[in-house]
């Protein structure tokens, strides 16, 4: 009885006997092993989103080959080209969103997506508008989107054409992504994007298999033709795919072909890019004059034209410049206009009166030494529907 009560005692004392307060390092110690637990875990939580995201671009990622045949539209015509002269025009749409209103992030301005299909919309109607009021025979177009979540998913290669109603047209791939990460904040996402060429007369094209007999010709398809990428990889996986749309017009009566070519040319690399892809463009181009056919390339070439800067000298070149066109081989020429710029930065909404409004003169032509250039035009709209005006061309095919 006695034993059991002295240890009942000295348990009761051993209960009541207080812990001693740990340091406050070793609780600060013990947060901070807590706290970097749980942000090892969203780290690693983010690591695996993001390798997983990188992954799945690169497994779906956009490898087109070198040359395939460039998507039909739904209008077809038999029209021949039996005049000499031609109107031309080469117009960047900026894809409907990228209007008066409009900075963009690349630019240094802070803009990503259009704001509403109500914006998309309203400048689909102007560019059409555009089209129709030019009157030309053949029509060059780059960022026209076909299923992209920035444009709302509208087909605007194909709504263009059933607009202009009597013409014929290629599309060409540049941009095709299931999901563009970035940036980070507000990514861009879905991405189905190319350049596309409107023609009223018939572009499928006749190659000559026999010079001696023209009835001998088989028919060929446009050519989208890809250029370099200078982007390595994760980069490239969600980046465009640049290339060439070589259209054919047969004339009639005549084994010679209209070659046209429509570009658009790197904007954001650092230079390599644009020159590598420029060389393959005149290495096709004199290819093809070569063969006797008359050769007109047209489009954004995101290099300024020959003395253009002198007109339109850049005032900040830390958020964008272009790169320079280089010398033509010998009877070759470039056709532009430096009247009025071709192109704005988007480092903010237009504002003619800004010391902050840079122009550009990237858009125009190349012309092979049988083709007389007789006007070019840049027509000044104002940047009201895409940061880039459209330019016109009107050209003779010249008897060599």
């Known amino acids: 009885?006695?034993?059991?009560?002295?240890?009942?005692?000295?348990?009761?004392?051993?209960?009541?006997?207080?812990?001693?307060?740990?340091?406050?390092?070793?609780?600060?110690?013990?947060?901070?092993?807590?706290?970097?637990?749980?942000?090892?875990?969203?780290?690693?939580?983010?690591?695996?989103?993001?390798?997983?995201?990188?992954?799945?671009?690169?497994?779906?990622?956009?490898?087109?080959?070198?040359?395939?045949?460039?998507?039909?539209?739904?209008?077809?015509?038999?029209?021949?080209?039996?005049?000499?002269?031609?109107?031309?025009?080469?117009?960047?749409?900026?894809?409907?969103?990228?209007?008066?209103?409009?900075?963009?992030?690349?630019?240094?301005g802070s803009g990503v997506n259009p704001d509403s299909v109500e914006t998309v919309e309203r400048n689909m109607s102007g560019i059409e508008r555009i089209l129709a009021d030019s009157d030309a025979d053949i029509l060059l177009l780059q960022e026209v989107d076909t299923d992209a979540a920035r444009t709302f998913g509208k087909n605007q290669w194909l709504q263009y054409e059933h607009e202009l109603g009597d013409y014929e047209s290629r599309f060409a791939l540049n941009y095709s992504c299931s999901y563009v990460p970035y940036p980070l904040k507000d990514p861009i996402g879905k991405i189905h994007s190319g350049i596309a060429t409107y023609s009223r007369y018939d572009l499928a094209a006749l190659r000559q298999d026999d010079p001696d007999d023209l009835t001998k010709r088989t028919r060929v398809s446009a050519t989208r033709y890809s250029l370099p990428c200078p982007f390595s990889w994760p980069t490239r996986v969600a980046n465009l795919k640049r290339c060439l749309l070589v259209t054919r017009i047969p004339l009639d009566g005549k084994t010679k072909e209209l070659v046209v070519v429509n570009l658009h040319l790197e904007a954001y690399d650092d230079g390599e890019g644009k020159r590598a892809q420029t060389e393959q463009l005149m290495e096709l181009l004199t290819r093809e004059y070569a063969k006797g056919n008359y050769v007109i390339a047209g489009g954004d070439f995101n290099q300024s034209f020959p003395d253009s800067t002198e007109e339109y000298?850049?005032?900040?070149?830390?958020?964008?410049?272009?790169?320079?066109?280089?010398?033509?081989?010998?009877?070759?020429?470039?056709?532009?206009?430096?009247?009025?710029?071709?192109?704005?930065?988007?480092?903010?909404?237009?504002?003619?009166?800004?010391?902050?409004?840079?122009?550009?003169?990237?858009?125009g032509y190349i012309v092979s030494p049988n083709v007389r250039i007789d006007t070019v035009k840049t027509l000044d709209e104002g940047f009201e529907y895409s940061d880039h005006n459209p330019v016109m061309l009107e050209i003779t095919l010249m008897d060599e």
């Not at 609780?27 to 875990?41: D, E, S, Y």
């Not at 066109?325 to 704005?344: G, I, K, M």
């Not at 902050?356 to 858009?363: A, F, K, P, S």
């Open 313 to 363: 000298p850049i005032r900040d070149g830390e958020k964008w410049e272009p790169g320079v066109l280089e010398e033509l081989p010998a009877d070759w020429q470039y056709a532009y206009d430096t009247a009025t710029p071709t192109c704005r930065l988007l480092n903010q909404p237009y504002s003619p009166a800004s010391s902050e409004t840079q122009y550009y003169v990237i858009d």
């Open 1 to 108: 009885g006695d034993e059991d009560e002295l240890a009942a005692e000295e348990t009761a004392v051993l209960r009541r006997t207080p812990r001693k307060p740990r340091p406050t390092s070793h609780k600060v110690l013990r947060g901070l092993l807590i706290a970097g637990k749980w942000v090892l875990a969203v780290v690693l939580v983010l690591a695996i989103l993001a390798g997983g995201g990188i992954g799945y671009l690169t497994l779906t990622e956009y490898t087109p080959a070198y040359a395939e045949a460039a998507q039909y539209g739904a209008f077809n015509t038999d029209k021949k080209l039996t005049s000499s002269s031609l109107r031309i025009l080469t117009f960047n749409t900026g894809y409907a969103g990228l209007d008066a209103d409009a900075d963009f992030f690349m630019d240094g």
